[in-house]
């Protein structure tokens, strides 16, 4: 069976950052990603890169920044004053160092994950893009199975 819209395709890969050989993220193969085909669960490309494989199968395909998590949006880098990190009075600089990641409400109460990127006397440089945004990415793996959905396949889409 070909993947298609309607099936359930397992795989494993590698995700790596084109021209890195840094893996981003792994799926190995003894414990395989199942998803539903055709419901963009997964990026768009990535589904039309897999679509027509099937059992056995390998893969190996690029996906542009543009069509994967975009480019580097500047307006999503940010600074704040630095008693937003305040608790009780307090600034936890341990927590308030470069690298470390928070989840934060705008303005509209929409979650988003920041990065802090530089630390300042009166201000913290929050970076708001998706941690992979600007990055082309390569997949390569295999697909280890295909099937035809079954109705339990569909409750994933109303989560």
Not at 73 to 88: G, M, Q, W
Not at 118 to 125: D, E, I, P, Q
Not at 144 to 152: D, H, I, L, N, T
């Amino acid at each position: 069976m070909k993947i298609d819209k309607d099936t359930v395709a397992a795989i494993y890969y590698a995700l790596k950052a084109a021209g890195s050989d840094k893996v981003i993220e792994e799926i190995l193969a003894d414990k395989p990603h199942e998803f539903l085909f055709g419901y963009d669960l997964m990026l768009p490309d990535f589904e039309k890169s897999l679509k027509g494989l099937q059992a056995g199968d390998p893969f190996d395909f690029q996906i542009p920044a543009d069509a994967a998590y975009g480019p580097i949006d500047p307006y999503a880098i940010f600074d704040l004053p630095i008693d937003t990190f305040e608790e009780d009075g307090e600034i936890d600089y341990e927590m308030v160092k470069v690298g470390n990641s928070f989840p934060m409400n705008d303005d509209e109460g929409n979650r988003h994950i920041g990065k802090i990127i530089k630390v300042m006397k009166a201000s913290v440089t929050m970076d708001f893009n998706h941690p992979l945004a600007g990055k082309d990415l390569n997949f390569s793996g295999r697909v280890v199975s295909v099937r035809k959905a079954k109705p339990k396949d569909y409750e994933q889409l109303n989560e």
